[in-house]
């Protein structure tokens, strides 16, 4: 059974750096194809797709984020971990992570429930 | 502004059909496959059809999804009440090198 939760903080100052963590059962990030993603969605918006981290530890960015962003994994932990620097209100949202169980078309076939994130001073 | 563009909202009434728009570019639709996920209120989004028409394990084959050029399609036949959601598009853009999002689409059954 493949389950993914988010953990973090639900409050964060302006400026600050929000840490993110995906911990992950029933799949392996060492499994060739398999990759982990973060995607975000601003309260009442769109999902917006952050970055991925692949099997083979190749990792993509936002392109309007990628200066901002750090994804890593711990494959020995099933946890895959993002970064955000220097955060502002705008980013407050619900973060998720989700699966991508074997590479291209990269579609999201398992999505953890997702946690808040509200920047605020 | 979302790379992928859908309309903001389709209605229609109960036991019709309706179908969604993604319109893309060479870079992304044009070239890549295209993903459709289904966020019922207050949930995580689901996978409802992947690789443009294939329908994940539990999905109803009421959903059934197509490509064509920079353009893809959502069809939803039958509807149901319990079909309002949001739905939203994603491909991979081979110029941007990541994923993009469409910018939603809110289905109401009437």
């Known amino acids: 059974q493949v389950t993914l939760r988010e953990s973090g903080p639900a409050l964060v100052k302006p400026t600050q750096t929000l840490t993110l963590t995906c911990t992950f059962s029933g799949f392996s990030l060492s499994t060739s194809g398999v990759c982990v993603s973060w995607i975000r969605q601003p309260p009442g918006k769109a999902l917006e797709w952050l970055a991925l981290i692949d099997w083979d530890d190749d990792k993509y960015y936002s392109t309007s984020l990628k200066t901002r962003l750090t994804i890593s994994k711990d494959t020995s932990k099933n946890q895959v971990v993002l970064t955000m620097t220097k955060m502002d209100p705008v980013d407050t949202a619900t973060y998720y992570c989700?699966?991508?169980?074997?590479?291209?078309?990269?579609?999201?076939?398992?999505w953890g429930q997702g946690t808040l994130v509200t920047v605020s001073s | 502004q979302s790379v992928l563009t859908q309309p903001p909202s389709v209605s229609e009434a109960p036991r019709q059909r309706v179908t969604i728009s993604c319109s893309g570019s060479?870079?992304?639709?044009?070239?890549?496959?295209v993903n459709w996920y289904q966020q019922l209120p207050g949930k995580a989004p689901k996978l409802l059809v992947y690789f443009d028409d294939l329908l994940p394990s539990g999905v109803s084959d009421r959903f059934s999804g197509s490509r064509s050029g920079t353009s893809a399609s959502l069809a939803i036949s039958g509807l149901q009440s319990e079909d309002e959601a949001d739905y939203y598009c994603?491909?991979?853009?081979?110029?941007?090198?990541?994923?993009?999002f469409g910018g939603g689409t809110k289905l109401s059954v009437l």
């Open positions: 989700a699966r991508i169980r074997s590479g291209r078309p990269y579609d999201f076939d398992y």
């Open positions: 060479s870079s992304n639709i044009g070239k890549n496959a």
């Open positions: 994603a491909a991979w853009d081979d110029s941007l090198n990541g994923l993009v």
